[in-house]
Every structure is written in structure tokens, then in C-alpha cells.
């Protein structure tokens, strides 16, 4: 089968991600997979998302991004707490599946994105339909509420999530069986390679081939030695550990060198971290950029960093690491999630095994003070960001539906 014979195919996502609206015809989110489905749209007939709607008298344009006619969107009921979706299981379980019924006649393939409340619904329907459908896993569930999170703080309400994520784990296995699988992590992958009949493994990757930056460019930005640009962008909230990066960035000043280190993002966290700063003493080094949603001057913060640090108790798999790999800032990781299938540990990026400052300070160190090491790293970067760009990463998965359906 050619690749062009899907332009004849229309294309449903299933997602239980919520969308925001206004009561218009435009639909806002601050979830980059959206963006990523903009990739598919050359490839097929047409594409459309079914996904929970919230409405929204007035909605924050600065963490949400609009999109219009290009992707249809048919609305599901939307939920604004998990425990009352499980609460009301059958009544919502109906409605989806009504909602579902009507939606994915309209379509040739489904295309189930888990994990979700609503996934289960979305397989049977696809399956009573006769519909081709495959499942495309963003995360372990286990794992998300396993991870650090406030959750876990005991209780009811911590048992009744966590009871609810190893029964949304048990299903994401059952309708796994026996379909095409496409994971997010090797930690995935491996999980559910036995029970599928093909299960490969992709990145969300937004990066276009041509913001990949180029060695000439990288070398202009990056003359000066002083001071060491540490960049982490990441939400602000208690998991992602930032409290590392601050202490990294200690460590270089106390070795003599002059630090600057920028945290993008926002979340509730952000005053403890303001505490811990202070605590330090270093409100001269550190530094909060917010929310930055335009992606000129995200990946133009990227470009002039030295140094990506992730330094998360709990992932998925991060985007903002291919991101800074594409940009030449070196990443510098803890072994948190997909970030050793993002980063090739001492070939694109370095991956620590341990939450060790000196750990961190001393590559750092050892970074800068071997240049040509250094330029290595960030080259390897690029080729590896241009092999996994956006299109390239639609090219493969559109290919690996080609290869595993039999359309007439």
C-alpha cells in the first residue's frame, strides 16, 4: 500500500485530555500533543479529535494555544474531577459511549490515546464497529501516581486514586491485546510488547527540522566562556526536584565560577522554591522566566543555556529534552522516566544514576573545561534531534499504520 492512499482514510484521536472553550468555535489547550496532530494532516483525508469540552467564560491565552477549522473537534462530556467521573461511572461510561457511537461511524480509524477514564468505552466501541483502531500510550499510569505526588500523602482520597490507577493499568493492558501499540518509553514498551501484535516505540517531538540549530550558529552564540547558563523549563511543582538544580548552581559559584540560572515555568511550588533560594542566598544567581508560551522565545532561552538540567523525581517521557538538544544546550538528567531514551547517556546528553551535586557540578566542570568534548556532545545532539523531528516522527508512525493495516 502506497502512503499516499491514506490521504483517502479519516482519522478520529480519542483523548481524555480537556479542552477549553469559550462557547465559539475555537478550542484551547495547553497540551502539546494537539500541536503534534498538526504533523498528521498531510497524511490524511481528514482529522478530528473527540475529547472532553469545558466551557470557560474567559480563558488564559498565554498557557493555552487556539486551533480552529484544521482539526474538528466533537465535544464528550467533560469532567472537572477525576473521583467524580468515578463516581458517576456508569452515567458518564453511557454517555461516552453513546457520544462514541454517533462519532466513530463517521471515521476509518480510531485512534485510542491512553492513559485515559474514558479508553475502555473508546476500545469496545471500535471493536463493535469493526473499526481499525490502534493505541498510543503517553504514560504508565502507575508510575504518574507513584512519583512523588501529593497523593500520596495517605488517606482516602490516596488509596481511592491509587486503587482507580492499578485498575486503569489493568484495563490499559487488556485493550492493548492483540493491535497495534505505540509507546512513549521503553519502560512502556516493554511492558506491553508481549501482549501486542506490534508495539513500537515514538516521541511527541515538536521540534521542526528547521529550528534545529546549527553548529556555525551554536559556536557564535556560545563564544563566551562566563558566565555558566543553567536552564530548566518545567511546571513548578514538588516532583520535578528543582531544589537540585539550585544546589548545582551553588556548587559551581563555591567552585569560583559565575553561575545564571533561569527556571521556566510556573505551578504551585514556586514559593517554596522562592524560600529555598533565599535560604541559599542565591536570589543574585537564580531566576524565574514564567510561563513561556511563545515557542521563538522559548527555544531562543534554550539556544543561549549551556546547560539543560532535568532534574525530576518523576517523568514521562520530557519533551523539553529534545528541545534543548536541538537548541545545543547540553542535558544534563537524573534516570527519571523516558529521559534515557531521549538522552544517550555521555553521547548526546549525560544521565545520572544519583541526585548527587558534585555528580552534576563536576560534569559540568569537566565540560567546560574540555571544549572539544563538549562541542561533541552538542553535535551528536543535533544529528539525533534531526533524525527524531516532528515529521520525521509522523513519517514513522504513519508508516507503521500503513505497514500494519490491510485497507481496501
Not at 511563545?294 to 539543560?308: A, C, E, G, P, T
Request: proline residues 3%; charged residues 25%; hydrophobic residues 40%.
Amino acid at each position: 500500500m502506497e502512503k499516499n492512499n491514506l490521504k483517502q482514510k479519516s482519522l478520529l484521536v480519542v483523548i481524555d485530555h480537556h479542552l477549553l472553550s469559550n462557547g465559539t468555535s475555537y478550542y484551547s489547550s495547553n497540551s502539546l500533543f494537539f500541536k503534534f496532530l498538526n504533523q498528521f494532516k498531510p497524511y490524511f483525508k481528514n482529522i478530528a479529535i473527540s475529547s472532553p469540552v469545558v466551557r470557560q467564560k474567559t480563558i488564559n491565552t498565554k498557557e493555552n494555544y487556539e486551533f480552529k477549522e484544521d482539526i474538528e473537534v466533537l465535544p464528550r462530556p467533560a469532567y472537572k474531577r477525576l473521583f467524580l467521573y468515578y463516581a458517576l461511572l456508569p452515567f458518564y461510561s453511557l454517555l461516552n459511549f453513546l457520544k462514541m457511537i454517533s462519532y466513530f461511524r463517521k471515521f476509518d480509524i480510531i485512534w485510542i490515546v491512553t492513559p485515559g477514564a474514558s479508553q475502555l468505552v473508546a476500545y469496545f466501541v471500535a471493536r463493535i464497529l469493526k473499526k481499525s483502531y490502534f493505541i498510543y500510550i503517553i504514560g504508565n499510569i502507575r508510575s504518574i501516581h507513584q512519583g512523588g505526588c501529593p497523593i500520596h500523602q495517605g488517606g482516602f482520597l490516596s488509596f481511592f486514586k491509587n486503587t482507580f490507577a492499578a485498575i486503569e493499568h489493568l484495563i490499559n493492558r487488556y485493550i492493548t491485546r492483540n493491535t497495534l501499540v505505540f509507546s512513549l518509553g521503553k519502560e512502556i514498551l516493554d511492558l506491553h510488547l508481549q501482549k501486542s501484535n506490534r508495539c513500537v516505540l515514538v516521541a511527541t517531538n515538536l521540534i521542526e527540522d528547521e529550528e534545529i540549530l546549527s553548529m556555525q550558529a551554536w559556536r557564535k552564540i556560545h563564544a563566551a566562556k562566563e558566565p555558566i547558563r543553567l536552564l530548566s523549563v518545567t511546571r513548578l511543582s514538588q516532583e520535578k526536584g528543582l531544589e537540585l538544580g539550585i544546589d548545582i548552581a551553588l556548587y559551581l559559584q563555591e567552585k569560583g565560577y559565575k553561575v545564571q540560572y533561569v527556571i521556566a515555568g510556573k505551578g504551585p511550588y514556586e514559593s517554596n522554591l522562592k524560600g529555598y533560594i533565599q535560604e541559599k542566598k542565591m536570589g543574585s544567581v537564580v531566576s524565574f522566566a514564567g510561563f513561556i508560551q511563545d515557542k521563538k522565545l522559548i527555544l531562543d532561552l534554550y539556544r543561549k543555556s549551556d546547560f539543560f538540567l532535568l532534574t525530576s523525581i518523576s517523568e514521562g517521557i520530557p519533551k523539553t529534552l529534545f528541545e534543548a538538544q536541538a537548541s545545543g544546550s547540553v542535558v544534563l538528567s537524573t534516570r527519571v522516566g523516558g529521559a534515557p531514551e531521549v538522552v544517550e547517556n555521555g553521547e548526546t546528553g549525560f544521565i545520572f544514576d544519583s541526585r548527587s551535586v558534585p555528580a552534576f557540578g563536576d560534569k559540568i566542570i569537566d565540560l567546560i573545561q574540555k571544549p572539544a568534548k563538549r562541542i561533541k556532545i552538542v553535535q551528536n545532539g543535533f544529528e539525533k534531534s534531526k533524525a527524531s523531528s516532528a515529521p520525521k516522527q509522523a513519517e514513522k508512525i504513519t508508516g507503521e499504520i500503513i505497514d500494519y493495516f490491510d485497507f481496501d
